[in-house]
């Protein structure tokens, strides 16, 4: 298996933009965690998916945060509209069932100018 | 809530010595692993080493071994003849076993090893 792919890997927009990030898992995974990587916060977990279904958002910032996975193999993260504030360095991981490991994708660093 | 902290933002060690890094954590479960991630500059996140809460014989893995004090919920990375490539950032996680399976980071230390 590949991994986990993010893509894009670097991602720079205008402030009022919308901005989708997206993440396919590694196959036979039940679990993703999205989680943004700042200097001053270290990784903070923005939601995370069981099998598909949103299990917890409670640290999804804003409204203006959404996440989806309409199928196990891939994910988006949209931010609309985006803010200078929102730049960050977004990781998205999978685990299978019970897991032990959590494994990353590369990260999109995304400015927001 | 769970919550982790790591005290040290920085610290430094001289290519060969070893170096300690501390971790504690918050939690009212009792089943639980925690861990230590490793990201280089490349921004990948390595596994370094896990522990079950379970077990009380620490766990090692070639240089890196951790010390694990339950009752004092603390969790510090032990990287022994440290080396160059050692040179990262390092994370301490968290994650429950009682029905949420989360996985909660704390801050980070940023580890540089000097030659």
């Known amino acids: 298996d590949a991994g986990v792919i993010q893509s894009p890997r670097h991602e720079v927009t205008e402030m009022g933009q919308e901005v989708t990030l997206r993440c396919k898992p590694i196959s036979g995974h039940d679990y993703l965690f999205w989680y943004r990587q700042t200097m001053m916060r270290g990784l903070e977990l923005l939601i995370y998916?069981?099998?598909?279904?949103?299990?917890?958002d409670s640290g999804m910032p804003e409204d203006r945060f959404s996440a989806k996975m309409p199928n196990a193999s891939f994910s988006t993260l949209k931010i609309q509209p985006s803010e200078p504030r929102d730049s960050a360095v977004y990781f998205c991981a999978s685990s299978p069932y019970r897991a032990t490991e959590a494994f990353f994708g590369q990260g999109t660093r995304l400015t927001v100018v | 809530a769970q919550t982790v902290t790591q005290s040290q933002p920085e610290m430094s060690v001289q290519e060969a010595e070893t170096v300690t890094l501390s971790c504690t954590y918050d939690t009212s479960e009792n089943n639980y692993y925690l861990f230590w991630y490793k990201q280089p500059p490349s921004r990948q996140m390595i596994l370094v080493i896990r522990?079950?809460?379970?077990?009380?014989q620490n766990a090692t893995e070639n240089r890196f071994s951790v010390n694990f004090q339950k009752a004092a919920k603390s969790f510090s990375l032990k990287i022994s003849d440290s080396q160059l490539g050692d040179t990262a950032m390092y994370f301490c996680a968290f994650m429950s076993l009682s029905g949420t399976y989360k996985y909660i980071f704390g801050t980070g230390t940023r580890l540089k090893v000097l030659a």
């Open positions: 998916f069981n099998n598909n279904v949103p299990i917890d």
């Open positions: 522990q079950e809460a379970y077990k009380q």
